[in-house]
């Protein structure tokens, strides 16, 4: 009869080495956890209400749904490569708007205009609707880059200010703005910044228009 031999320090050295041979192939193989892109938003905005003077007051006003293009209807950050091909836009893998950039836009306009002046939606107000309708078109919403490592955040809209009377609606003004802001990175975080820096510059545009023609 024969009997297994016994293994000896020996071998246990080369059976312990290729346990951990094993293990290390095994974590190896085994898919890595895949990276969650970074999501963007435009900040916490108003931290502290501003004192509001009841004498700079200005009329209510509603405040439509922000229109958008397909190419815009996404969470994703957009950039252009003027100098190899201004026609294609491309989204950053690993950046994400929290929501739509018309979304964004949005409500940034609201939180804006609505310092002087009460914003309502459309349907709100009850008996009482605001005499006038303002809706935008955000026609440009990217991170343009001029070279490799120069870009700049474009905002290009479209206002229109309606006047409400009797369940028709005329139009009053209607104005395009275009805002760019350089971009202090040329990656997604940069052109976030400077997206966000172009839409207040053009908010507060809007807001002087606004309180010309009305």
């Known amino acids: 009869m024969r009997f297994n031999r016994p293994v000896g320090m020996g071998g246990l050295h080369r059976l312990g080495a290729f346990a951990a041979a094993l293990?290390?192939?095994?974590?190896s193989t085994l898919p890595e956890p895949p990276v969650r892109p970074a999501v963007y938003d435009f900040g916490p905005g108003m931290l502290v209400?501003?004192?509001t003077n009841r004498m700079a007051l200005l009329p209510p006003i509603t405040l439509g749904e922000v229109d958008a293009?397909?190419?815009?209807?996404?969470?994703a950050v957009l950039y252009r490569l003027t100098y190899a091909d201004a026609q294609q836009l491309r989204p950053y893998a690993l950046a994400r708007w929290s929501m739509p950039p018309a979304q964004l836009v949005r409500q940034r306009l609201r939180e804006s205009l609505g310092q002087r002046r009460s914003v309502l939606n459309s349907g709100e107000g009850g008996a009482v609707v605001p005499a006038q309708l303002l809706r935008v078109e955000l026609e440009e919403f990217s991170q343009l880059f001029e070279s490799a490592g120069k870009s700049v955040g474009l905002v290009r809209w479209r206002a229109s200010l309606w006047d409400q009377k009797g369940g028709s609606?005329?139009?009053r003004?209607?104005?395009?703005?275009?805002?760019?802001?350089p971009a202090s990175s040329a990656d997604a975080a940069g052109g976030v910044r400077a997206l966000?820096?172009?839409?207040?510059?053009?908010?507060?545009e809007l807001a002087q228009?606004?309180?010309q023609v009305q």
């Open 169 to 171: 609606e005329q139009l």
């Open 49 to 51: 209400l501003p004192a």
């Open 196 to 204: 966000t820096a172009a839409t207040d510059a053009a908010v507060d």
């Open 173 to 181: 003004a209607q104005r395009s703005f275009v805002v760019q802001r």
């Open 23 to 27: 293990t290390l192939t095994a974590c």
């Open 69 to 75: 293009p397909l190419s815009l209807d996404s969470t």
């Open 209 to 211: 228009w606004l309180a």
